[in-house]
């Protein structure tokens, strides 16, 4: 009886150590995956910083365009008078002659 207890034992205690290097394995590979998924997430937050960065460089190239254009629709607004009052005037003068 002794003999089959020791046997049984013996025979739980190779289950369990099989058991503890699957677990052991398992482990290894989760931290494996861990390390990727970390890897992945820094390059993503990398990623999303230099297209923050990216969109605040085009946001003020724009802000700097429309600006510009407005700039150049009243200056173009101000030619266009001069070139009215240009106009009368060259007509102001045909009719005196």
Known sequence: ??????????FKLAKSEQEI???EQNV??????VARYRTAAENAERVEDELKAEKRKLQRELRS????TEELEVSNGHLIKR???MKANRSALLSQQ
């Open 1 to 10: 009886d002794a003999n089959r207890q020791i046997s049984d034992l013996k």
């Open 21 to 23: 290097t699957a677990l």
């Open 28 to 33: 290894i590979r989760l931290e494996g995956q």
């Open 65 to 68: 365009a429309l600006d510009k």
């Open 83 to 85: 070139l009215e009052k």
